[in-house]
């Protein structure tokens, strides 16, 4: 039976940020002038409604940056199709998600910047919204919003649970705080064996496994995009350099110009994972010596094009649909974990990926054991996988088959969390 959280820890922790709220304007304004936040909704990560609350019974949805986001997108299609009655809500932290957000979302769907963790913000926030049921993704364990939803009489789920070993040993410090966080939901669903042993040994009483990021639809593919950019090809081969971070566009562009030196005639697209790095990386690759357009500079593909940097938003499907070899970013440089590789597998994409993939290790290891993605220890070794994908088309599409048919089975564990779901929504 989960409870209102009420540990010490838990209360000082309230106190501090009380204390600190009064700082939380200039701290959003200064983000705001480093392009971390949106200038012209900060009241909202202030718990100030930008739009009205409609009539009726509300499920609010929170999913921090972009991949947690999107994989919000199937429970939000099951619970439409669960309850037509219910309005949802759907917050996230950072712009770039936003802005995918608005491009993703069903209608009828609201979209606001999620709240900072101040008791405040916080009573401001669920004030307003008045939801029945909060459905948290991943790893959102906030304190102050945990603790005044459940006070309120919020139904409260953790789905798709991810922790690390790294959070579980920072939360085993606090083994109390933690196991009284973990009190508070209803119902836990992880994302991986690993997490589930990991939140059992916090004291939470988690169920079955439920991996959001392993379901969902294709990214939307625009005929027109594609065919715009098949012209621009004029014939050369295309590999896709997919959610890059700083540091992996040159190295990836080195291994794609060793791949390409003895043929065939190709061009490197550059998809950085934050859009408005698309100046920075254009730069880069220009300095090596390729010849570069910006798509977000209403720059198209041309015959003259060696590098393409694709800097915008919603049009990665298209991207996937015309490469010949798609490199997962994400995965190159320590840090980062690398990325869901999905939505390119529902495209068919002939996936190669980097040795550093901790944030979907599991969805790997399934792919590699049914060769549905190739894996690269380093440049040399990408090198030699991009010039093996584009001589040899046949391999190539084997590999994008096996990854559209393993993505294609994923779909069964959602109708299964869903009966779990379902009771904690409001009447």
């Known amino acids: 039976m989960s409870r209102v959280p009420n540990t010490l820890p838990l209360a000082l922790y309230a106190t501090a940020t009380s204390l600190l709220e009064p700082l939380a304007p200039s701290l959003l304004r200064r983000r705001a002038r480093a392009g971390k936040e949106d200038a012209s909704r900060l009241a909202e990560r202030l718990g100030r409604a930008t739009t009205p609350r409609p009539e009726g019974p509300l499920v609010w949805l929170h999913g921090v940056s972009v991949g947690e986001s999107l994989s919000l997108l199937p429970l939000i299609a099951a619970l439409k199709a669960s309850r037509s009655d219910i309005n949802i809500l759907v917050t996230s932290g950072t712009v770039t998600s936003a802005q995918v957000l608005a491009q993703r979302l069903p209608a009828g769907v609201i979209h606001q910047f999620a709240p900072v963790d101040t008791p405040g913000v916080a009573a401001r926030f669920l004030d307003h919204w008045r939801p029945g049921a909060a459905l948290f993704v991943e790893s959102e364990l906030w304190p102050n919003l945990i603790v005044a939803a459940k006070t309120r009489g919020v139904r409260l789920a953790l789905l798709s649970a991810r922790m690390t070993e790294a959070s579980a040993v920072g939360w085993r410090r606090v083994p109390a705080t933690a196991r009284d966080l973990l009190d508070a939901f ?224 994923q779909g069964a564990a959602l109708a299964s969390a869903m009966t779990l779901i379902e009771p904690l929504l409001p009447a």
Do not use: C, W
């Open 186 to 409: 209803d119902l836990i669903l992880p994302q991986d064996a690993a997490t589930a042993a990991r939140l059992r040994g916090l004291g939470g009483d988690v169920g079955s496994d439920l991996n959001l990021k392993l379901l969902g639809d294709a990214p939307p593919v625009d005929a027109a995009t594609v065919a715009a950019l098949r012209a621009g090809l004029a014939g050369r081969k295309a590999v896709l350099a997919a959610s890059t971070h700083p540091g992996e566009e040159p190295l990836i562009a080195d291994a794609f110009r060793r791949a390409t030196a003895d043929g065939p005639t190709a061009v490197l697209i550059l998809a950085p994972r934050h859009p408005d790095r698309g100046p920075q990386v254009a730069n880069d690759v220009a300095a090596m010596g390729f010849t570069v357009a910006r798509r977000a500079a209403g720059e198209p593909l041309s015959p003259a094009t060696t590098a393409y940097v694709a800097d915008t938003l919603g049009e990665l499907g298209a991207f996937y649909s015309v490469a010949d070899a798609v490199v997962m970013g994400g995965s190159f440089v320590p840090g980062v974990g690398g990325h869901n590789p999905l939505e390119a597998a529902r495209l068919e994409a002939a996936l190669i990926t980097g040795p550093h993939v901790f944030n979907a290790r599991e969805i790997y290891a399934e792919m590699f054991a049914e060769a549905a993605v190739i894996e690269a220890a380093d440049t040399t070794a990408l090198a030699r996988h991009i010039q093996g994908l584009l001589a040899n088309p046949v391999i190539a599409r084997r590999i994008g088959e096996a990854a559209g048919a393993y993505a294609g089975r």
